[in-house]
């Protein structure tokens, strides 16, 4: 089943907003390497390129600390201290890549080189589709369906793919919201969702 979150609960709405950047973060793993394997080694990367090499890092880091979270290793260490506004730079880069078709800048002295983080890329990801169930339905775009409690027949449903604007819906009205991860790969048969 979907991930859901009753939002106007607080415990819940952080938990959504965890999910929904480390879902941003295992999209950012998916992108690099399905570029990769699809359109070549250069193909993630152009010359002015839009987005610093160092959010397929930021990226590793976070699906690596999620990993160790779900296997119970983390126990005896605490998280790293991560600041709202490193959150905001990601999340601007994310969009700019995901949601604009931007890429990562060329490879430059003192950074990582593609082939490194393509061999660590895909370590990470064969790890992730074991912990996580729903891992192949996600998709790249991080969307998600939002839904008031108080309606019925599909009123007032929306689908967003960024979270400021998913946290100002449920913020701006005193309704009781649920938020529900959106399969983005359904399983078709002859190429029609069905129920």
Request: aromatic fraction near 12%; include cysteine.
């Amino acid at each position: 089943f979907p991930r859901c979150y009753q939002v106007f609960v607080e415990e819940e709405r952080k938990a959504f907003i965890d999910d929904y950047r480390a879902t941003a973060c295992m999209n950012v793993i998916k992108w690099f390497v399905n570029t990769v394997t699809e359109q070549g080694n250069k193909a993630p990367e152009a010359r002015p390129g839009r987005v610093r090499r160092t959010l397929i890092e930021f990226s590793l880091a976070r699906c690596e600390e999620y990993i160790r979270s779900r296997a119970n290793l983390d126990l005896d260490s605490p998280p790293p201290q991560l600041w709202e506004h490193q959150w905001e730079q990601f999340l601007t880069e994310y969009y700019t890549l995901a949601q604009g078709g931007a890429r990562i800048q060329e490879y430059y002295e003192g950074s990582k080189r593609s082939e490194e983080m393509l061999v660590h890329s895909r370590k990470i990801l064969d790890k992730l589709r074991k912990l996580c169930p729903q891992f192949e339905m996600d998709g790249l775009l991080n969307l998600w369906i939002i839904k008031p409690g108080t309606s019925s027949r599909g009123r007032g449903i929306t689908i967003s793919n960024r979270l400021e604007r998913i946290l100002s819906m449920i913020n701006c009205k005193q309704s009781r919201f649920v938020v529900q991860k959106y399969i983005e790969k359904p399983l078709l048969i002859y190429n029609t969702k069905f129920d």
